[in-house]
């Protein structure tokens, strides 16, 4: 590790209580008028949105009001999310609703970035609605960063704690995707990105004039395509972290992340184009084969995984009229 990057690590890597003091926390984004929305992308988690919604609206909304807004904003769930969500008080929204004249595409990526037209806050920031052990800290220990400091523009959780325990250390770090493949990649080609600790995190707080400008993949792809183009516009400086301690919900089994890992490469090696990290690279296939054994044979299963974007929300028209905003020139 670089001088820099550990001097980077230590001045934006914080601990969620660093923001316990919630009143003042409170206080502060008030003066600076800001205006803060949760986005909680979802598909079929009735089991579990009800919690979140009943837990951020009475503790960041009525106790201490740092949350102007909550938003489920749902993928066509065959199950009563929308409908519990609703009920407890969020505002609910079919993401095929939110600018119907683009056409409809299916991800969680497609989710966040209808967010970005359709919630109104300075501030968004994202939580997944499968979080088990839901706590307001998810919200706060994001948002809290974007409030205190006016550079910092992206905020990202991580949830193992990088410190000694009991005498020992133990590794720390992110899924088996980051760790097998994205911090790998990192390593090679971007090395100071590999200062955050869990780039493949599902929870991040993002100033509205960076997400207006940057491009979303619909799929798997999103969140790595976050930190490059986030890096390439902006550099390390935009991020900050925070250790959230930790994130309990349903691990993937490893064929799935398969599929993962095969959108992401497509994401990748598309942005290490564009920043000139790689001339230009050939085609490639989008097909992911595996196997699966059915009886005594072993047969190959097919996958056909297409990374699609959404461009930056600046270049659309209805966004520009909704917030009067000039015509877009791209620098």
């Not at 056409?103 to 967010?115: F, I, S, V």
């Not at 220990?141 to 020992?168: E, H, Q, S, T």
């Amino acid at each position: 590790m670089t001088m820099n990057m550990e001097q980077w690590i230590n001045n934006n890597t914080y601990h969620h209580a660093d923001f316990w003091d919630l009143k003042k926390l409170v206080e502060i984004k008030e003066k600076k008028n800001l205006k803060i929305s949760l986005c909680i992308p979802t598909l079929n988690e009735e089991e579990t949105i009800g919690k979140e919604v009943i837990l951020f609206r009475s503790e960041l909304m009525q106790r201490y009001p740092l949350l102007d807004e909550i938003a489920v904003i749902d993928s066509g769930s065959d199950d009563k999310t929308l409908e519990v969500a609703s009920e407890y008080g969020a505002d609910t929204y079919l993401a095929s609703d939110i600018l119907p004249q683009l056409g409809e595409k299916k991800g969680k990526g497609e989710n966040l970035w209808k967010a970005v037209y359709q919630l109104d806050g300075d501030i968004v920031v994202y939580v997944d609605a499968d979080i088990k052990n839901i706590h307001p800290r998810f919200v706060y220990g994001l948002v809290a960063p974007l409030i205190l400091r006016d550079d910092a523009k992206y905020a990202k959780a991580f949830y193992d704690r990088p410190l000694a325990m009991g005498g020992g250390v133990r590794p720390s770090g992110g899924g088996r995707v980051t760790e097998i493949l994205i911090r790998p990649l990192f390593s090679l080609l971007f090395p100071e990105l590999t200062a955050i600790i869990q780039p493949l995190s599902g929870e991040y707080a993002v100033r509205r004039e960076v997400l207006e400008r940057i491009s979303f993949p619909i799929g798997y792809g999103v969140e790595t395509s976050h930190l490059l183009d986030i890096y390439h516009q902006w550099g390390i400086d935009a991020f900050v972290q925070t250790d959230l301690d930790q994130r309990v919900h349903h691990n993937q089994p490893t064929r799935a992340l398969g599929k993962m890992a095969f959108g992401i490469l497509q994401t990748f090696f598309k942005r290490a184009e564009n920043m000139g990290v790689f001339d230009k690279l050939p085609d490639y296939e989008t097909i992911l084969r595996q196997f699966q054994a059915v009886d005594e044979k072993y047969e190959q299963v097919q996958h056909n995984i297409v990374e699609d974007e959404r461009p930056p929300m600046i270049t659309i028209d209805a966004y520009r009229k909704k917030y009067k905003l000039k015509e877009y020139a791209k620098k």
